[in-house]
């Protein structure tokens, strides 16, 4: 089978953990007998360099045309002072918004030779865990309206968290759905004690739960939420919440993995056509150096092999791959405890790629 994928590699460390999956995406290929066509395209800062945009028409193009997208990593100090329609984080919302994409899927496990790098109790750990957070993604306060004015107190500025019944009942319904092919539970994180915009939120999911009665679906408030992240992360399943609480959320979810560079996402909407990323940043402060952990952008070419693609043998073959690699206490910086040795990018994506052969 022939596929095209669209690279976006983006900033700081962005280019070399793309790579990174595109090596392993063709391990993959060769074992599977597919063929992967790669574009890749400008975004973020280094499209702003060039074009004094973002988000170019080209790349938008380009990602149209592909049947899956693969995004590095935007941002970095450089355009830090760039008004916020410019700057490179405004290209991950518009690309979003331009493919129709309002699901995010990220994945918090704890893999068995990583417990030693959870910061949890080590009982904690050792009961592990393996959650899915649902986190709409283009609604909320991050699309609402927003703007700055002057008044007696001096000045001011406002940020609008809005959300209608479709936008919360289509997150609500990838959550019940994915829950069927899991363990059946639903967690529902809202601020239904303050906000009214989570009293809607609550509401719906409720009309949507009463549609799947096999699934338990249970409300919890985002701050016992983040407690019990940190308490009790086995009792969830899969999390579904709003576009802010979910960013929060999904980051503390990675922490308590091991490391940030562990976590792939899928971003997906009513077609096969997805965006998948790695849910860390740009690390300039280590771009060039070669020593990114690329495993987070490796599971995310799994899932997009997954989710956009069909191919759940070829997806199962990398997360074995990463999990057998893991197993024999290959270790990039940010995962490896004291006294272990830590190896380097391209060499943690080679022991991936044998692994696959």
């Not at 991050?142 to 809005?162: L, N, S």
């Not at 995962?335 to 943690?348: D, R, S």
């Amino acid at each position: 089978m022939q596929h095209t994928i669209a690279l976006l590699p983006g900033d700081g460390i962005g280019p070399e953990i793309v790579q990174a999956a595109v090596d392993v995406l063709e391990a993959v290929a060769k074992k599977h007998r597919h063929t992967f066509a790669f574009q890749s395209y400008d975004i973020g800062g280094t499209a702003y360099d060039k074009t004094g945009h973002p988000l170019p028409e080209e790349t938008v193009a380009g990602c149209k045309a592909a049947d899956a997208v693969l995004l590095g990593a935007v941002g970095g100090p450089k355009w830090d002072t760039l008004p916020g329609h410019l700057r490179p984080e405004a290209a991950l919302l518009g690309i979003r918004a331009a493919l129709g994409l309002y699901a995010n899927l990220r994945p918090a496990k704890i893999y068995p030779a990583l417990k030693e790098a959870c910061p949890l109790r080590t009982d904690i750990a050792a009961a592990g865990f393996d959650i899915l957070i649902v986190r709409e993604l283009t609604g909320g306060i991050y699309f609402g309206e927003r703007g700055r004015g002057r008044g007696p107190g001096g000045e001011f500025a406002w940020d609008t968290e809005k959300y209608s019944w479709q936008e919360i009942g289509r997150i609500a319904e990838v959550a019940f759905r994915a829950a069927k092919s899991r363990k059946g539970k639903v967690t529902s994180i809202d601020k239904a004690n303050v906000l009214e915009s989570s009293r809607l939120w609550r509401e719906v999911v409720h009309e949507m739960a009463a549609l799947t009665p096999e699934i338990e679906c249970v409300d919890m408030l985002v701050d016992n939420a983040a407690m019990q992240l940190v308490r009790n992360p086995s009792q969830f399943d899969v999390i579904v919440t709003s576009n802010m609480f979910g960013d929060i959320l999904s980051d503390e979810a990675s922490q308590i993995t091991g490391s940030i560079g562990m976590l792939p996402s899928a971003s997906l909407g009513d077609g096969t056509r997805g965006l998948y990323e790695p849910i860390h940043g740009s690390a300039p402060d280590i771009a060039g150096k070669g020593i990114a952990n690329p495993l987070a952008t490796i599971l995310s070419a799994a899932m997009l092999l997954r989710h956009s693609l069909g191919l759940e043998a070829e997806a199962q073959t990398i997360e074995n791959a990463v999990e057998a690699v893991l197993a024999q206490g290959v270790r990039t910086g940010d995962i490896a405890v004291p006294g272990e040795t830590a190896v380097t990018c391209a060499e943690m994506t080679a022991a991936v790629c044998a692994a696959i052969a």
